[in-house]
């Protein structure tokens, strides 16, 4: 079967990028190009991805990358967008660009089945470049994104000035940017038949964006570096990890209040060591809380092996976001054994059963945060106990072999689906 993939990594390709998604993207592709090892399936891969500078066609390890060079406006277009910084329809300028390329990727491999992940970046554009049958592997959702990009308390004139006049324009685009993108999102989704998901969250969610696409069930594989078996170092100082990315969605501000409702008010001794492209200033600026007086560390960007045991000498890791689908952190922290504490949010209900596979706490309650994480402290019992089911659950979730099979079965039943349409 030949496969192409329409991907916001470059994967495998050259370096490879591991942050930001990249890791479980170069995870699936090991997984598929050794099929064989799960299934009698032979998969010939072909990925497709926007960085520029780079060869039209690379063959590489058996697997075929196609670089797409990424689309500049021109300088009329930019005194556009600021003129109309309401119309969604602005980027339609470059969505030629891509198709077109996308086109000559298409024409070039000839793909049984194409699979498109993400919805979020220009890639959903290959739908529209093709009648091949197709599949959109759902990982964030901007139209639902945009509604809690900017956390509570956090007005569009803040988030515009929180780097200071001289960066104020670059934010005010930004947040034209986003509302551009989940129009294209939302035309994206209308074209397609087919699309991957994971959570309960984002299967109802499909039934408002396209209620007309069959939607199939598609697990993720974890990095490498998660599975083997690793035996946790409990500390007797109550350590807590965290990975956040740089959107204020992410909930580094919900962190730092509950950092400082710890550090002040239940007056423990802890750490709180932040993973990931922070970038503190909105947050510590909305709650007046500089993470450097309330025990929290910025760590930086870290690789999979540094975070892996990171978390294994944690406590219990906590993922405060205001809104996602299925973070992988979570999932990395369950498949280590280390309980996790999270905001009820999103898709984060279907990774973790309440007092059983972890702890929930509402996104407006850093109280019950902060009581969760005194309870996996205090109560080693339960710490371990739910460690241990999240970490039983998770290697089901996470099981290489189901997961590739699945998405071998689904890649038949697009093609199938699609011959009979028409």
């Known amino acids: 079967m030949r496969v192409l993939w329409f991907t916001n990594s470059p994967c495998n390709y050259g370096t490879g990028n591991c942050y930001n998604g990249g890791g479980w993207m170069t995870a699936l592709q090991e997984g598929i190009t050794t099929s064989n090892i799960f299934s009698e399936e032979k998969i010939d891969l072909g990925i497709s991805?926007?960085?520029?500078?780079?060869?039209?066609?690379?063959e590489q390890d058996e697997v075929v990358y196609y670089p797409v060079p990424l689309a500049a406006k021109s300088k009329k277009d930019k005194i556009l967008d600021a003129i109309h910084p309401n119309d969604v329809h602005r980027d339609e300028v470059l969505w030629s660009h891509y198709i077109s390329h996308?086109?000559?990727?298409?024409?070039?491999?000839?793909?049984?089945?194409?699979?498109?992940?993400g919805s979020e970046l220009y890639m959903g554009l290959a739908s529209?470049?093709?009648?091949?049958?197709?599949?959109?592997?759902?990982?964030?959702?901007?139209?639902?994104?945009?509604?809690i990009f900017l956390p509570p308390g956090?007005?569009?004139?803040?988030?515009?000035?929180?780097?200071?006049?001289?960066?104020?324009?670059?934010n005010w685009q930004f947040l034209n940017y986003w509302n551009r993108s989940?129009?294209?999102?939302?035309?994206?989704?209308?074209?397609?038949?087919?699309?991957?998901?994971?959570?309960?969250?984002?299967?109802r969610i499909m039934t408002i964006l396209n209620p007309r696409a069959q939607y199939h069930y598609g697990g993720e594989i974890l990095r490498a570096e998660f599975y083997d078996k690793q035996n946790r170092r409990i500390p007797q100082k109550l350590t807590i990890v965290s990975t956040i990315s740089l959107p204020p969605y992410k909930g580094y501000d919900l962190l730092l209040k509950i950092a400082k409702?710890?550090?002040?008010?239940?007056?423990?001794?802890?750490?709180?060591?932040?993973?990931g492209n922070v970038n503190p200033r909105l947050a510590e600026s909305l709650t007046r809380i500089k993470h450097e007086q309330v025990n929290v560390k910025l760590c930086?960007?870290?690789?999979?092996?540094?975070?892996?045991?990171?978390?294994?000498?944690?406590?219990?890791?906590?993922?405060?976001?205001y809104t996602e689908n299925s973070p992988n952190s979570i999932c990395e922290a369950q498949i280590l054994g280390v309980p996790v504490v999270a905001t009820n949010v999103g898709g984060t209900n279907s990774l973790i059963e309440e007092g059983k596979s972890g702890l929930l706490f509402p996104a407006t309650d850093p109280y019950i945060?902060?009581?969760?994480?005194?309870r996996l402290y205090r109560d080693m019992e339960a710490n371990i106990t739910i460690g241990n089911n999240a970490r039983t659950i998770a290697l089901l979730r996470h099981d290489k072999r189901t997961i590739v099979n699945q998405l071998i079965q689904t890649y038949k039943e697009v093609i199938q689906n699609d011959r009979k349409t028409v």
Request: positive net charge.
């Open 182 to 203: 989940a129009y294209r999102e939302k035309s994206i989704f209308r074209n397609v038949n087919h699309v991957i998901g994971r959570t309960d969250w984002d299967r």
């Open 128 to 147: 529209f470049a093709t009648d091949r049958p197709c599949v959109l592997h759902i990982q964030g959702l901007l139209s639902q994104y945009i509604h």
């Open 300 to 321: 930086g960007v870290a690789s999979a092996t540094q975070l892996r045991d990171a978390i294994l000498g944690a406590t219990v890791y906590v993922h405060p976001s």
């Open 49 to 58: 991805f926007v960085m520029n500078n780079q060869p039209k066609k690379v």
């Open 154 to 170: 956090v007005s569009r004139m803040k988030y515009i000035l929180k780097d200071g006049l001289a960066k104020a324009w670059g």
């Open 369 to 374: 945060g902060a009581a969760h994480i005194l």
């Open 102 to 117: 996308f086109k000559r990727v298409i024409n070039d491999f000839q793909p049984d089945v194409i699979e498109i992940f």
């Open 261 to 275: 409702i710890l550090k002040d008010e239940v007056k423990i001794d802890f750490e709180w060591n932040v993973y």
